[in-house]
Structure formats: C-alpha cells, structure tokens
C-alpha cells in the first residue's frame, strides 16, 4: 500500500490524502477530487490519470514536487522528484518514512552473501532480461537485475524501465539522467532529489 498526505496549508492546498493498492490505483484523492482545492490563482495541486489503473501522477507545484505511481507486474512503485531542500527538511526523528539517503545498513544485503532468490532465474538470465529494455547498466539496470533475482518474476523489469521513463519526463539535462552507484552514494543532483521508482509493500509519504 502507498499513501500519500498533503497537509494542509491555508494559501495553497487543502488537506490531501491519496492511497493505492496493487489492483487499485484510482484517478482521485480518497475524497474524489483531483486537486488541491480551489485557489483565486488555480490549483497548485493536481492529479492527473495517464493510463487508467496503471500510471497517475501528482504534481504539487507549490513544493515543487512530482510523483508517478504505477502499477506493472502485479506491484506498485512510484518516481519522485522533489527539491532538496523539501526532502531535507524532516529529520530521522520525524519518521517521514521516505528513504532519502540510502537503505539504513541493518537493512542492506551484504555483497558477499550473495541475493536472497526466491525463484530460477540466475543474475546472468536476469541481466539479459533487463539488457532489452535498459540498455545502460546504470542504477536503473542495477534495480532491475536486483528485483527479478530476488522476485523470480521475469516481468518486474517493467518497473525498472517505467522509472527510466519517469526521468526522462522528470529531467531537463538529459545529460545527468543516468545514475551510476557508488558506495555510500545519495543520489542528490543539484536543486532536486532523483528517485528510483522502488517496489512498494507499504509506504507513507507526508508533505
């Protein structure tokens, strides 16, 4: 499960929950609306449905924010991109529950144990499974193997791709969009925060 809250803020946004599940991405707020309400200059909060039950996306503009949710493979996962300033200002205390900088270590696997394998598929067949659709081993690809080894699900590369996808949209300098890992990396670029689109078991986002 995901959800999302937009708390409210008096010049620009009313309160704003969304919430989707795997077989349920609605095209509206839990309330049925598709904004953040109505403002003498227009809605800074928008919901907009690209693929019915398979890709929305929420732009809060007033935070500088994007969000693409989707659902491929039988999973949800989402794309965001945020101003470093917004995904900065919360500390660990607060629990926002958005991973920022990296998997706490308690929750990484280690390399030399290998990927836990719940499946047949081998990280060589899983390599060329993503080759097809990531042709650029960069963090995108590296996703991509990771989940269809550890899954045994040949069509979880569609998220990987799905998320590539999202930064194309999400980018301007096409130059920086692919992201290579390194140890310790945060993947923070400039004024805004590039996120994976990772598969989602249970999220909740607050702005």
């Not at 609605?26 to 953040?36: K, L």
């Not at 629990?95 to 060589?124: K, M, Y």
């Not at 998320?163 to 004024?191: C, V």
């Amino acid at each position: 499960m995901l959800t999302i809250i937009f708390k409210n803020m008096k010049e620009c946004v009313d309160e704003k929950v969304y919430q989707a599940e795997t077989d349920n991405l609605p095209a509206a707020f839990i309330d049925g609306s598709v904004n953040g309400g109505e403002r003498p200059g227009g809605s800074s909060l928008t919901l907009h449905e690209h693929t019915p039950g398979r890709h929305v996306e929420i732009r809060a503009a007033y935070i500088g924010t994007t969000i693409s949710v989707r659902q491929a493979a039988g999973r949800l996962s989402f794309s965001i991109r945020v101003a470093e300033e917004v995904a900065s200002s919360f500390t660990e205390e607060q629990d926002l529950q958005l991973c920022v900088f990296g998997c706490p270590a308690a929750q990484r696997i280690p390399r030399s144990h290998g990927w836990p394998r719940l499946g047949n598929i081998t990280r060589e067949k899983a390599r060329l499974l993503c080759r097809k659709k990531l042709p650029v081993e960069d963090a995108y690809f590296q996703s991509c193997v990771f989940d269809v080894v550890t899954s045994g699900n040949a069509d979880l590369t569609q998220p990987a791709h799905d998320a590539l996808e999202d930064g194309k949209a999400f980018r301007l300098d096409a130059q920086k969009l692919h992201i290579f890992q390194t140890e310790g990396a945060s993947f923070l670029h400039s004024s805004s925060l590039w996120l994976l689109a990772p598969v989602v078991s249970w999220l909740q986002l607050h702005f």
